[in-house]
């Protein structure tokens, strides 16, 4: 125990008295090192806050100017200029310039120009410019223009010309569609369409209502109520887009989503349209698609599985995407 403590104390000590940077003069020029440690910066064994480094090793603040290899910390990781190689933080990272290699991040890594390769993080990935690569984050992705795969639950970007992965996709050359449409699987539709690029993801809600007065006692007197998750692509042509998309849908005949066998159901739907964009964001579109729908249960069996029953479905509808 003794041992170690000193050998603890040896190597801190070593590290105090080789900091330079506290003491150094604003004029000195940034040096190259093969190896630096960082404990919190300025305790460190650079020179400058702009040096480089081969191998940049933290604990829990590093401050470099270019790491050109490997950077690996516990805490927060910044480099003003270029990072090329491997980087890693258990919290968050941050490069002033352009980053080519692999960033992988407990929390957050952060890139203020363009990445090429991969950022991997467990909440956020945030890049100020194009993004080369893949991004795949537990929660949002942000970027200027993607050339790659973005993978999350949000996905931003200004221009998309990759393929984004995630439950909310929104870019400049897409947008948010609020849309209502006619189906012979659930009369009266209403969805939310998330597009980038030409990749979408669309949430519905539709009920067949029986008879009512107003429109507000439609859904008090729905006889079957439906939810539906889809993923589309999009390729337009001129004024026109042909739409195709597949997903989940889920009918709840008794409203309240018991599962109750004979009468919920679930299934696949996959569906082909035409959609005429007309202007200010406003659009007509219209289609054929079918669903395998299959009783629900809390425990289905192949046997629910192979007895499902194909149904074939119509629609036409309208939207305006801003």
């Excluded at 910066?41 to 050109?68: A, C, F, K, Q, W």
């Excluded at 030409?198 to 519905?204: D, E």
């Amino acid at each position: 125990m003794n041992q170690t403590k000193t050998f603890i104390f040896t190597l801190i000590a070593i590290i105090i008295f080789s900091v330079s940077p506290a003491y150094a003069e604003e004029t000195q020029e940034p040096e190259h090192h093969d190896l630096s440690f960082h404990i919190f910066h300025p305790l460190s064994t650079t020179e400058t806050p702009d040096d480089s480094s081969s191998i940049n090793i933290s604990l829990l603040y590093s401050r470099m100017g270019e790491v050109h290899g490997l950077d690996a910390g516990h805490g927060f990781s910044l480099i003003s200029g270029d990072m090329t190689g491997i980087q890693g933080s258990s919290t968050v990272t941050y490069v002033g310039g352009n980053l080519h290699g692999v960033s992988g991040t407990g929390l957050a890594s952060i890139v203020a120009s363009d990445m090429y390769g991969v950022q991997a993080s467990g909440l956020a990935n945030w890049t100020g410019g194009d993004m080369y690569g893949v991004q795949a984050s537990g929660l949002v992705n942000v970027a200027k223009e993607v050339h790659g795969v973005q993978i999350g639950v949000v996905n931003l970007s200004d221009q998309m010309y990759g393929v984004p992965l995630g439950l909310i996709n929104i870019s400049d050359n897409g947008g948010v569609q609020l849309s209502g449409w006619y189906s012979t699987l659930t009369e009266a539709n209403t969805g939310v369409r998330f597009r980038a690029g030409n990749f979408y993801t669309l949430f519905g809600f539709g009920c067949t209502s029986g008879s009512y007065n107003e429109l507000s006692e439609a859904v008090d007197t729905a006889e079957e109520i439906s939810q539906s998750l889809a993923f589309g692509i999009s390729l337009p042509a001129g004024i026109f887009a042909l739409n195709f998309d597949g997903g989940v849908v889920s009918i709840d005949r008794d409203r309240f989503y018991e599962l109750d066998e004979g009468s919920d159901q679930i299934g696949l739907r996959c569906r082909g349209m035409i959609e005429l964009r007309l202007f200010s964001g406003l659009s007509v579109f219209g289609g054929t698609g079918a669903a395998y729908m299959l009783d629900a249960k809390e425990e289905p069996t192949e046997e629910d599985f192979e007895n499902g029953e194909w149904e074939e479905l119509y629609f036409f509808g309208a939207g305006i995407e801003w």
